[in-house]
């Protein structure tokens, strides 16, 4: 099976080929986050090697010391093309990617990983993801060695349905077997019993497509679609947990939340041009006021812009 290693790799190097063979084949990440990946390993690879004057050995990643680490993540932040702390957050979290893999696949431990902490960033106003960190929490909920291949997929698939269609969580985790495969729109019944419909994009659809087919087929219609590890149904807690996972291996603030993927939608949607009465009408708020407050979130996205941009400002 392409992306198991059958011969050990000795070196770094190799160790880095073969875990980018893994992410491609057996995790199906997209060439972006493969690339993506590659990038940050090579880097943070090639300034041990300087660091130490010598090629460096799978058995030598496990002496790794945190201030190795450390001094890379200085280096990335204060060297000739300088990372924003976000980027350098994002950095690290490759880093640890790289260490499990090479610790699960190869034996290598390097427990000094988990204890360098990455910068910490201001939060947003007031909580949603840009586009941009969005795709990062889809693309390494993807891609976690951790996980089973039926759990990687449902995880992808809850936060795209998330961020795709705007749901709160509640919403998501209360569709069935019967929902599969997601038509062109979901009738979704939200607070107080109210009834939208939400249109399904491609993306969504084919998430929930691959997550479906990573279980083993579709649930009985009367069970829940997103299933738990042990069994059940998949519940908001679990949403949370994961959401904390990924935000503290990308560096993001506490308000990354599976809420904050549905300010989003709202946000970003605002953002294209979308009008307030329709979004009220995608999320299902009761009072046209109640989506006002992201207008005021993209306005205060725009004044930010401003600031930076403006030669008065």
């Known amino acids: 099976m392409a992306g198991v290693v059958t011969t050990p790799p000795s070196s770094a190097r190799e160790a880095l080929a073969a875990w980018l063979d893994y992410l491609a084949h057996e995790r199906r990440a997209s060439p972006r986050t493969v690339r993506a990946y590659g990038d940050g390993v090579a880097g943070y690879l090639n300034f041990l090697e300087r660091h130490h004057g010598e090629r460096l050995s799978v058995a030598g990643l496990g002496d790794v010391s945190t ?69 990062g929490l889809i693309e390494d909920a993807a891609t976690n060695p951790d996980r089973e291949d039926w759990e990687v997929a449902r995880d992808e698939a809850l936060l795209t349905l998330l961020w795709g269609c705007g749901l709160r969580i509640s919403e998501a985790l209360s569709l069935t077997g019967a929902d599969a495969p997601l038509a062109d729109s979901l009738r979704i019944t939200g607070k107080g019993g109210k009834t939208r419909m939400v249109p ?55 308000s990354a939340t599976p809420h904050a993927l549905r300010h989003s939608f709202a946000t970003h949607l605002l953002g294209a041009g979308a009008d307030l009465r329709s979004i009220q009408e995608l999320l299902g708020h009761a009072s046209l006021s109640t989506t006002q407050r992201y207008a005021d979130v993209d306005a205060a996205g725009l004044l930010a812009v401003y600031a930076k941009a403006h030669p008065h400002a």
């Not at 994002?90 to 034996?107: E, K, P, V």
């Not at 087929?217 to 996972?245: I, N, T």
Request: charged share 25%; no cysteine; net charge positive.
């Open 200 to 254: 399904v994009l491609p993306a969504v659809r084919a998430a929930v497509d691959a997550y479906v087919r990573a279980l083993g087929g579709r649930p009985g219609a009367d069970e829940p679609l997103f299933r738990a590890v042990r069994g059940g149904a998949y519940s908001p807690r679990h949403a949370q947990a994961l959401m904390q996972r990924l935000r503290g291996r990308l560096g993001l603030p506490a």
């Open 67 to 135: 201030g190795d680490v450390r001094a890379y993540l200085a280096f990335r932040r204060a060297g000739e093309r300088p990372l924003s702390p976000r980027s350098v957050s994002q950095a690290l979290s490759a880093i640890r990617a790289f260490h499990r893999w090479i610790d699960r696949r190869l034996g290598v431990a390097n427990p000094a990983i988990a204890l360098v902490r990455g910068p910490r960033l201001a939060a947003g106003v007031p909580r949603p993801v840009s586009e941009d960190q969005a795709r």
